[in-house]
């Protein structure tokens, strides 16, 4: 399968700071990569879709501009939590399409991110 | 839009044992069907999927079955050994095409433990 990486794995950060998190494709260019978020024991919540290019399109309720999201090449997208507030706190995922005709859809590692 | 619905949430079993995880889906029109494997604190690897042009798809122990007229498709897991044990996702999608028919839609997951 496809090879996502994330960064960081882990951060924790004070309330009110902004965090930003990478996502690489590392063997395909992907023109689209999806943002979800997941609480503990709970399902994937899609936060946003990321088009290389073009402006993101996010989930009813996903605030854009609290969540910043930058695809600005075919290999990375970013997602920066602005001001971010201990119920921010979640495990963030990353996912692209495998390209073409394809439906197949790998997730990166994830990261953990805990606002004090 | 589409509703996945995932039985059981928790799943305890022998080693050796089988393991079926069911899911039902309410949009007829879905075609494509993957099953991912959550290691905690990881993200979700894909395992097995299947398309709508098939009723069933085998990979080792692992297999897949699709009941399009009643709209629920099923993971089997043979065999089963300790290393198994991580909560598995099954969701839908529509297709390939552009715009909201590229969003997956989760179950909410079940928590599969084999006992050695």
């Known amino acids: ?116 | 839009g589409e509703n996945v619905e995932q039985h059981p949430s928790t799943l305890s079993v022998q080693e050796g044992d089988s393991a079926v995880i069911k899911c039902t889906y309410s949009d007829s029109a879905s075609n494509y069907f993957p099953w991912y494997k959550q290691e905690l604190g990881k993200g979700p690897q894909l395992i097995i999927d299947i398309r709508s042009n098939v009723g069933e798809k085998k990979d080792q122990r692992i297999a897949v079955t699709l009941n399009k007229t009643a709209k629920h498709f099923s993971l089997h897991i043979t065999e089963t050994q300790p290393e198994d044990s991580a909560v598995y996702f099954c969701a839908a999608k529509k297709g390939n095409s552009g715009g909201s028919n590229y969003k997956l839609t989760f179950g909410k997951g079940t928590l599969l433990t084999v006992n050695p």
């Open chain 1, 1 to 116: 399968g496809a090879v996502v990486s994330q960064h960081p794995s882990r951060v924790i950060c004070k309330s009110g700071t902004s965090v930003k998190i990478e996502c690489r494709s590392l063997d395909f260019q992907a023109t689209t990569m999806f943002w979800y978020r997941q609480f503990p024991k709970q399902s994937l919540m899609l936060m946003a879709t990321s088009n290389e290019g073009s402006k993101a399109t996010y989930e009813q309720g996903v605030e854009k501009d609290k969540f910043l999201i930058n695809h600005a090449s075919l290999t990375l997208s970013t997602l920066t939590v602005t001001s971010a507030h201990p119920e921010d706190s979640s495990f963030y995922i990353c996912s692209t399409m495998a390209g073409g005709l394809t439906d197949t859809q790998y997730f990166g590692p994830g990261t953990r991110l805990t606002v004090l």
